[in-house]
């Protein structure tokens, strides 16, 4: 029926259930006889009713039998066809039967067009793979790396806290007591009055209150007693800290001078007609010595000394020289003088206002967990910065342990 390319008979077949892919004595089926009888019309007929065109096909072939058993005998073989190989078979079978003509039609309308899709879907199946690939390589990559970052944020947060938890544990364990004690004359009776010192007095207390010292603060104090009494209640405080104190601070803003190469501190109503210093003025010497006295051996002691704002009035019968002078210090104490020794402090300058400069520098070097020298180097730098090198602060210190605010 496929070889004689009778449409309508194989129409009625097919309608009566035909086998669409049985298979000849041959080996071939409809579609495959259809071809070698070169019946293009049964050919698209049999395609369009869904033949298949990848069927496997048995193909016969036949050899002469040994001439010794029986001669003129043929003996049938049959093999299997792979479908890969279907269409170089259907090649070599055609031209073997018919013109080469019949052979390239065929192959150019069954094969070629075919073989040209399953190629053209394996590159798009291919393609679609390798973007899949790398878009699932991708997503990989941002996972990855998203959760490093999350692993890395919590581990960064982890060991803040804990190091936050240790640094506060070991300064409630080992920050004592601290006490200070600032001391301000301003309205001096008969000598020029000094307006910072008792700004300055107030700017440095509310510093020190915030970095945890116990502030007094003792303004115009008018003779040596007040002064001595002021120091002595501040030095008990100190001996009754005992071990538990870590730091004392004492400061002074006022009037000093030097007198036979002792720094003095004036009170207010100091007489200009006086035969000798050492009895109606402290003695900074005297004030250091009595803190280092009061002090255990592991607490900081700081003295800040704020005077010489300007020239004082010789008295008739004192000669005294500009300025302090040079101050040696031992043990634990650390002295800040505002000037260097035999020089002027400045009692405001523009930045400053109403406060001193070394007040001021003060203020903004003192910073909790401050080392000393380093806070000392700072305000330095900024009293420098401000007096525009006119004035330079001096310090006396042997300290050889670190020791923060």
Excluded at 132 to 144: N, S
Excluded at 165 to 186: C, P, Y
Excluded at 354 to 359: G, M
Aim: proline share 3%; aromatic share 6%; charged share 25%.
């Amino acid at each position: 029926m496929a070889r004689s390319g009778t449409i309508d008979i194989a129409t009625y077949l097919l309608d009566k259930g035909a086998n669409l892919e049985a298979q000849a004595n041959d080996g071939l089926t409809p579609l495959l006889a259809a071809v070698q009888a070169s019946q293009a019309s049964m050919v698209h007929f049999l395609l369009d009713k869904g033949a298949n065109r990848y069927a496997t096909m048995i193909v016969r072939h036949t050899f002469p039998t040994n001439n010794k058993n029986k001669q003129n005998q043929k003996q049938n073989a049959y093999q299997l066809v792979p479908k890969n190989d279907q269409a170089q078979h259907i090649t070599n079978l055609l031209t073997t039967h018919r013109p080469q003509q019949v052979v390239q039609q065929v192959v150019q309308q069954v094969v070629q067009p075919d073989m040209s899709l399953i190629q053209r879907q394996i590159s798009s199946e291919m393609r679609r793979k390798e973007r899949e690939t790398e878009i699932e390589l991708k997503q990989q990559e941002e996972r990855f790396q998203k959760e490093m970052e999350q692993k890395i944020a919590k581990e960064r947060e982890r060991i803040e806290k804990l190091y936050a938890k240790n640094v506060t544990s070991t300064a409630v364990q080992k920050r004592g007591k601290r006490i200070a004690l600032l001391i301000g004359n301003s309205e001096y009776v008969n000598t020029s009055v000094l307006p910072g010192p008792s700004h300055d007095t107030n700017l440095i207390a509310e510093k020190l209150k915030m970095l945890g010292f116990e502030v007094t603060i003792a303004k115009n104090l008018k003779t040596k007693r007040e002064m001595s009494g002021i120091v002595e209640k501040f030095t008990n405080s100190l001996l009754d800290a005992d071990e538990d104190l870590e730091c004392c601070f004492f400061y002074y803003a006022g009037h000093g001078l030097q007198y036979q190469g002792v720094n003095y501190l004036l009170p207010t109503e100091i007489s200009p007609n006086v035969a000798d210093l050492e009895p109606i003025c402290l003695s900074l010497s005297d004030v250091v010595a009595q803190i280092g006295e009061c002090c255990n051996s592991r607490c900081a002691q700081v003295v800040v000394v704020d005077a010489c704002r300007n020239e004082w009035k010789k008295t008739r019968n004192v000669e005294t020289s500009p300025g302090l002078a040079q101050m040696d210090t031992n043990g634990g104490t650390f002295l800040i003088f505002s000037t260097a020794p035999g020089t002027l402090a400045q009692d405001s300058c523009e930045e400053s206002g109403e406060n001193s400069p070394f007040a001021l520098a003060m203020c903004r070097a003192m910073q909790e967990q401050t080392e000393l020298y380093e806070m000392y180097r700072n305000v330095s730098s900024e009293v420098q910065r401000m007096t525009k090198t006119a004035q330079t602060p001096y310090l006396s210190s042997c300290l050889a342990s670190k020791i923060v605010l």
